[in-house]
């Protein structure tokens, strides 16, 4: 009978998880305001319109991957692979810089002040509690997670790339929808540097890849400040062992 060494344990047996309740409270109401501000502009506005919004999707992104994060934060199990991690983070940022930076602003040109998921009656203060949910308290509240609760140097420029594919498979769900759709339907294309019944084609693919460059830079740009931004303390018994790891 072979008797198993200290080195054949698992981690877990080694090292005992070190629960992080402070991160997942934090990650927990970050969760609750994504799934709020969701809440809202599915009840106030139509519910399908709402879900082609790419604000929409990545927030429903945000309120499962950070409810997970909390759990696994507050029971202390192993935390989420950066792909996942980072790629909802990267996708959130989108989410914020482009409605501050283009649509709230009117002189991107791609303005929709006034406008967005839902109808008229979205358009209220209800809608304004949403809009500051999902554009800028889930985008602060993910870049502050990432920031002072995760362990830096776990992203890779590879994952850059994969992350790409979701703002990709939206485009084409954007287009194909709109093609879709008849001509004149209310938000036919849900974002104006998407219309092509103002662009045409050529110029809705000329748009798609300045912004397509633009968001593998921020990747780029996530993944070179996440190898030399400082680590949080670390927490938990001085048991010898480094516990990085755990901290994410």
Not at 23 to 35: E, K, S, T, W
Not at 60 to 68: E, I, K, P, S
Not at 164 to 178: D, E, S
Not at 232 to 244: A, C, N, Q, V, Y
Request: with cysteine; proline share 9%.
């Amino acid at each position: 009978m072979i008797t198993p060494t200290p080195w054949d344990a698992p981690t877990e047996a080694v090292v005992p998880p070190v629960r992080r309740p402070v991160a997942g409270v934090f990650r927990a109401l970050i969760a609750l305001a994504a799934a709020t501000g969701i809440t809202i502009d599915l009840c106030v506005g139509n519910p399908l319109r709402a879900l082609s919004y790419f604000t929409i999707q990545s927030n429903v992104l945000v309120a499962v991957v950070f409810a997970l994060a909390a759990r696994q934060a507050w029971q202390g199990r192993r935390p989420l692979p950066p792909l996942v991690t980072g790629g909802t983070l990267l996708f959130i940022l989108i989410t914020g810089l482009v409605y501050h930076l283009i649509l709230a602003n009117d002189a991107s040109g791609f303005s929709m002040t006034g406008d967005g998921p839902g109808d008229a009656a979205a358009r209220s203060a209800w809608h304004s509690v949403s809009n500051t949910l999902l554009h800028t308290v889930t985008p602060i509240g993910a870049a502050l997670n990432w920031l002072l609760l995760t362990t830096p140097g776990t992203f890779r420029l590879r994952d850059a790339a994969r992350w790409m594919l979701y703002p990709l498979a939206y485009l084409v769900f954007a287009l194909i929808r709109g093609a879709l759709m008849a001509p004149g339907s209310v938000a036919r294309y849900p974002y104006p540097f998407l219309d092509v019944d103002t662009h045409g084609y050529p110029g809705v693919l000329a748009n798609a890849v300045f912004f397509g460059l633009a968001f593998y830079a921020l990747a780029a740009l996530l993944v070179g400040l996440d190898r030399i931004r400082p680590a949080p303390p670390p927490r938990g018994p001085k048991t010898g062992f480094r516990l990085r790891a755990l901290v994410r």
